[in-house]
């Protein structure tokens, strides 16, 4: 057997489109072969009823089958649906090349650029991210523009909104658990409002948003979409160009939980008092009205016209549909859990009719993993919402390496099981479980767990007690987490005190402790005293209510993590009372939304139990194992609560330009998804670590440098002169023209050998002419104007000069090839930089800064790495934390600089966007210098050494060397206002610091010959 399925599962990028997949059979198990093209999204979809009808007829309507035998005369579905339709017309738009001919606006189109070509510093937006929000795009900027097919589809996605939600014009975006919803709200909102802006007027954009969500976990999870929060996406994970974020600052943006739509009572009564002030007259109406509501929810968005809503987890949000005569009724626990569904659904769709009634909505974008109508909503329980238009799966996300694999059991040492106990735990377990609420667990003693669950808790924990020793000995800061979701708070309070300890009362009204059966989640010592800092997170609606999962010493102990959290609270809010009034239900709930995260409240968390709070919107990237000890009726909550654990640790691709592949693993979750029946090893994790200035104990060691954009340069006014130095050689060879001979051969018959000989009878005079005529147009000509032809005579002569001298041929290379435009433009530059350094005291160069953003600075370092090359820099020599290497050259220069007496700050440039605008043949690129250090050579201001660690040098870092040699150096030192700078090339590793010595002595020397007195 083939087992390349489970030893590489991960097949494409996860900034491509996928283009491979696993075949799975009809059962959804794996066939082993691999499909060279994308997975096709396949779903059964409601049909709506046409909007208009001719003349009612006596014949009964045509029911189709669709496969499952869903279909009635009073509802039929589709097995094909809309996403592939769409998929494919957003697959043809994207390949369009040219921007212009995109039909979306100028400012959607450089969005779109920036998306998808931008340098990202860190973790860039993934395919299936960009994909989300061009069909979107394309759905209201481009298919309106389109012909009868594109406005048929329009048609079509417009009456399955409205049916299934009148009043509303809903588009539903499927996205795997783990892919990124948030970064593709920040997208969606970012394109709106910047269009907004540029067009006041279209009905098409807005700056209003109302993000719904279904919980307050969610909520405080998606405050990162606000533009002034701390850990804000446009900024930190650049999802916006650096000249639009001010403009993000004119948004408007609402979160909430849908419970915040429920009516409140204006004034709070007894029913004695109401029952007093009603008397006999007719009942007292003391809600709020559906005005005063919306002034409550929204305030910031009543006097905004055109709200975009939001829904996260939009699965909750539908219109209930009557049920058929034949439907059969739903019995017992799944009736409750639909009438809830449908309770919570019913508040949330009607909380958004009154927004659109009353204030006006442009259209509501659903997103969720799982967009399929709920068991008792009406239609059939597991089919697709009909106004979703785009899908990137589960199995997708795991071909793509986006997300964890998960494992589950397959098979067991107990014979005849039709499946494996720990599948499917609570099918063995629940009847011996408490009943709802926590008061039922007081007289229940947490030892007396039923066997096969404390055999679950030890069979998982032993493989999580290995994954913590290996991470431990991998130096990663923060322990892996271990969730436990429950069915009740009863028995989470239960598992929660067996696995962390509790205190049991005595008959003498005495206490005596109980310590945790599992020794990493207790949170008590060995003498019985409390740790302050718990290991074990109880977390449910009744225990934010109590408090009682932190300790007396918690405030203490994480004095430095509260501090932190409250100046997160002034800087997010504003509100300076907020922040002195945290209570433990604040602190509690911060605990939980920090877990995995270092220097964070829920950092050292290893265990987190819960019931409903880990089934959806919760995330941390540490989560390595869940158990289940409740009742999964649906695959659709089974994927919910394995997708909690689904988050990547790290985001870095390896050799082949793939994630590895990472496992979660899984027990009590009959999830539907293969697994190899294999004793697995845990896997040696990678620790992610956070890099970012240290404010404000090192602001002293801020590094500033100017954004260069380009450079000028005045034309000498007297006879061209060239200064040519060695970097002015080109040496042309076959790696970097191409194979010079090529031998063919067919079949049968005779080879030929294919040359560059004839090139060789080009004419040198051909040649001249045509670089000399090339330099003159792409240096010596100003934008809009004539080239400088009285030059051409003078360019010629430099020309000829450089060919004689500075051009070499290896590899059987001609001269000739100097015609290609790319290897002619090489030349130019070389001949360019010869001339401007000729004339460089004469004639000044001058840098050209970035107009929006003209000064970069150290204090901007903020990003996570999980690379295991790294150095701990010295905090009296680094602004930054860590410096995050390359190669083992940049470990030997961080300890030769540091151990420089003469060296006062230095910095890694990573995550710092210090650029260097260049050319390379016929393209402008950006070079990133690897290193700044500021060095006390004797001058009253500190010198700016700009250095490069380089073992093999080619054509390109010639090409770096000379632009900074040449245009930056001169052009930055001749502003003036960013002190002195000079740029220093290290090539032997064995050399760096006798090289790095050279250069201070050589600035030393410099002030001998001219001194200098410090004031």
Not at 214 to 239: A, H, W
Not at 367 to 392: K, V
Not at 493 to 510: A, P
């Amino acid at each position: 057997m083939d087992n390349s399925f489970f030893s590489h599962p991960i097949l494409n990028s996860p900034y491509k489109i996928p283009n491979r997949h696993w075949e799975l059979d009809p059962d959804g198990q794996p066939t082993m072969q691999i499909l060279e093209r994308r997975r096709s999204a396949e779903f059964i979809t409601p049909i709506p009823k046409p909007r208009k009808r001719k003349q009612a007829s006596a014949q009964m309507p045509l029911v189709m089958d669709e496969g499952k035998g869903l279909s009635t005369s009073e509802q039929q579905y589709d097995p094909t649906g809309n996403i592939n339709l769409v998929r494919n017309y957003v697959d043809q738009w994207r390949l369009i090349p040219n921007p212009n001919d995109w039909k979306v606006t100028p400012e959607t189109a450089r969005l779109l650029q920036h998306w998808r070509n931008h340098p990202f510093a860190d973790i860039r937006p993934f395919f299936c991210q960009v994909e989300a929000v061009e069909t979107l795009i394309w759905l209201t900027e481009v298919a309106p523009k389109g012909g009868k097919r594109e406005k048929e589809l329009l048609e079509r996605m417009t009456n399955a909104s409205h049916e299934a939600n009148p009043g509303l014009e809903r588009i539903a975006l499927k996205m795997a658990t783990g892919s990124g919803k948030t970064t593709v709200m920040a997208m969606i909102i970012a394109w709106q409002t910047i269009n907004a802006l540029r067009y006041p007027t279209s009905n098409r954009f807005t700056r209003g948003f109302l993000v719904v969500t279904p919980g307050i976990t969610i909520r405080d999870r998606l405050r990162v979409l606000q533009p002034n929060d701390p850990d804000s996406y446009y900024k930190d994970r650049e999802l916006v160009p650096n000249d639009l974020l001010p403009e993000l600052g004119k948004t408007k943006i609402v979160i909430t939980n849908y419970h915040a739509f429920k009516m409140r009572e204006r004034i709070p009564l007894s029913k004695g008092g109401r029952s007093l002030l009603q008397g006999r007259g007719e009942e007292l109406n003391t809600l709020e009205t559906e005005g005063q509501m919306l002034q409550r929810v929204m305030p910031e968005l009543m006097g905004i016209k055109n709200i975009l809503v939001i829904n996260d987890e939009a699965h909750h949000c539908y219109q209930e549909k009557p049920e058929a005569e034949d439907d059969e009724p739903l019995k017992g626990e799944e009736r409750e859990e639909a009438e809830a569904n449908n309770e919570a659904a019913r508040l949330w769709i009607n909380g958004l009719k009154v927004v659109s009634e009353k204030l006006g909505l442009e259209k509501v974008v659903d997103l969720s993993a799982t967009p399929f109508f709920l068991n008792g909503s009406g239609y059939a329980e597991g089919t697709i919402f009909p106004w979703t238009m785009s899908d990137f799966s589960l199995v997708d996300a795991i071909e793509c390496g986006i997300v964890k694999l998960p494992r589950v059991p397959v098979a067991d040492n107990i014979p005849g099981g039709e499946m494996p106990k720990f599948r499917n735990l609570w099918e063995h377990v629940g009847k011996k479980m408490p009943k709802k609420g926590r008061g039922k667990s007081k007289d229940l003693d947490p030892l007396s767990l039923p066997v096969e669950l404390q055999t679950a808790l030890d069979a998982l924990y032993g493989h999580y007690e290995k994954t913590f020793l290996l991470w431990q000995q991998a130096g990663i800061s923060t322990p892996p987490c271990f969730i436990i979701v429950c069915q009740n708070t009863a028995i989470s309070k239960l598992v929660y005190d067996f696995i962390s300890g509790f205190q049991r009362i005595n008959d003498d009204d005495t206490t005596e402790l109980e310590n945790g059966r599992l020794g990493l989640f207790r949170n008590y010592d060995d003498y019985g005293n409390p740790l302050a800092r718990p290991n074990t997170l109880l977390i449910d609606s009744e225990q934010l209510e109590s408090g009682e999962a932190l300790d007396q010493n918690f405030r203490k102990m994480a004095s430095d993590e509260i501090e932190r959290y409250r100046r997160e609270i002034i800087q997010r809010t504003g509100d300076q009372r907020q922040a002195d009034n945290i209570t433990d239900q604040d602190l509690l709930r911060e605990v939980m939304n920090t877990v995995g995260k270092v220097d964070r409240l829920g950092g050292s968390i290893r265990c987190v139990v819960s019931v409903s709070m880990l089934t959806e919107g919760w995330d941390a990237s540490t989560v390595t194992h869940i158990l289940g000890i409740r009742a999964f009726g649906t695959q659709l909550l089974c994927e919910q609560v394995v997708g909690r654990a689904l988050r990547r640790q790290s985001y870095d691709l390896n050799e082949e330009g793939l994630f590895d592949v990472e496992y979660a693993d899984i027990l009590g979750i009959p999830f539907d998804f293969t697994a190899k029946p294999v004793i697995s090893q845990p896997q040696t994790p990678r620790e992610s670590v956070h890099v970012h200035a240290m404010r404000p104990e090192r602001d002293a060691l801020e590094i500033q440098f100017p954004r260069v954009q380009g450079y000028r340069v005045e034309l000498p006014n007297e006879r061209l002169e060239a200064s040519f130095n060695p970097d002015s050689t080109l040496v042309l060879t076959p790696e970097i023209v191409g194979p010079s001979i090529t031998n063919n051969a067919g079949i049968i018959g005779e080879g030929v050998e294919l040359s560059l000989a004839h090139l060789e009878d080009t004419r040198q005079s051909t040649l001249l002419f045509h670089l000399t005529r090339r330099l003159l147009y792409t240096h010596y000509r100003d934008p809009d104007r004539e080239p400088e032809l009285h030059l051409f005579g003078q360019l010629k002569r430099i020309t000829r000069q450089w060919l004689e001298n500075y051009l070499v041929c290896k590899g059987e290379t001609y001269p000739a090839q100097l015609i290609y435009q790319e290897l002619a433009d090489m030349a130019c530059s070389r001949i360019h930089a010869a001339i401007t350094r000729r004339f460089e005291g004469e004639q000044p160069i001058r840098a050209v800064l970035d107009p929006y953003n003209p000064t970069g600075s150290s204090l901007h370092v903020n990003f996570y790495t999980s690379k295991a090359s790294r150095w701990q820099t010295d905090p009296r020599k680094c602004h930054v934390n860590w410096a995050v290497l390359d190669s083992d050259w940049e470990g030997e220069f961080c300890r030769a600089v540091e151990s420089n007496p003469r060296v006062r700050a230095y910095i890694k440039n990573q995550g710092l966007g210090f650029e260097v605008p260049y050319r390379h043949g016929s393209i402008m690129r950006k070079y990133i210098p690897d290193f700044i250090v500021q060095v006390d050579d004797g001058h009253e201001d500190l010198l700016n050494l700009v250095v490069e660690t380089k073992g093999y040098r080619g054509e390109d870092a010639r090409e770096k060397k000379d632009t900074m040699d040449t245009y930056w150096v001169p052009g930055v030192n001749h502003l003036d206002t960013y002190g002195r700078w000079a740029f220093l090339e290290l090539k032997d590793v064995y050399l760096i610091q006798a090289q790095l010595a050279a250069k201070i002595e050589e600035a030393l020397n410099k002030i001998t010959d001219n001194p200098v007195v410090k004031q």
